[in-house]
């Protein structure tokens, strides 16, 4: 297990390097000066542009530019052009809020998804069947933002029940379950919106493939009870895609916190990878874009250590 781990972190390194490289090239070659997110363009003729193009290595070749920025993200010295402050600091901010959202919602609709796939598995095309199976798949199809503005409209405009904005109450700084959970019941819901029809229809079409296999049968056969049969022999193989599913959603919630954080006005790393764009803050595009390539290998690397504690047969090497 350790040989594998320290492999898959290895392989990592190059795929790191490449997207921050490729990240970049792109931001380099999007129109326009980052020197306009240092100084206001209605004061760029009061201070000497040049100094403070060679201050923040802007005046640098392309290549001694990437390892300036790169030399900083490390260290934690490189700091955003726009907000004066190190890019790691701001990351350290908003990440937990993003995090927090994201893995509440990633955790919801696992259970719920899983529990009303395995259910509905066990009555093949009836009622529940049918009606879940038509409800994800309005899930699926709803855009996120959608979902966000129904909930705004009904929760907050006509029953005025929640928060449309932010992550804790006006005035408030410190973090505490009663003023953060009001805040995030919509954000949750709208991104469960589109991860729980996932969740459902791979459980469900997972577990009628693994009832109809043979071993299944052959449990039944020898007696054991069905209750027995369909939770220790069929619904333990039956989750294995899922746990797939659950590593490669992941970008989907890191995708899905850029919307869902600018609609809600969440000040999550979602919303300050948006305004580090519109910016070209090239320290934050790069770092934000980083700590997402990371937490992505991450996830995946998570999932298949998980599929090797769940499936025996599966050896990491």
Known sequence: MAKFITRRVLQAIPILIGISLLVFLMVKLVPGDPINAIVPPEKQSLV???????????????????????????????????????????????????????????????????????????????????????????????????????????LTEKLRLLPASGILPPGVQAWSLGGILPHMVMPVLTMSFGLLPEFYRFTRSSMFEVLSEDYVRTARAKGLAERTVFLVHALRNGLLPVLTMFGLNIPYVLGGSVVLESVFAIPGMGRLAITAAMARDYPLIITTNLIAAVLVIGSNLLTDILYGVADPRVKLH
């Open 48 to 154: 000497d542009l040049a100094a403070i193009r060679h201050q923040y290595g802007l005046d640098k070749p392309f290549l001694e530019q990437y390892l300036f920025m790169m030399k900083g993200i490390f260290t934690g010295s490189l700091v955003s052009f726009s907000q004066r402050v190190p890019a790691m600091t701001m990351i350290a901010r908003t990440l937990p809020v993003t995090a927090l959202l994201g893995v509440t919602s990633l955790i919801i609709s696992l259970i719920l998804g899983v529990a009303l796939g395995a259910f509905v598995s066990r009555r093949p095309f009836g009622p529940a069947d049918q009606t879940f199976s038509v409800l994800s798949l309005g899930g699926l199809s709803m855009p996120t933002f959608v979902s966000a503005l129904i909930l705004i409209y009904f």
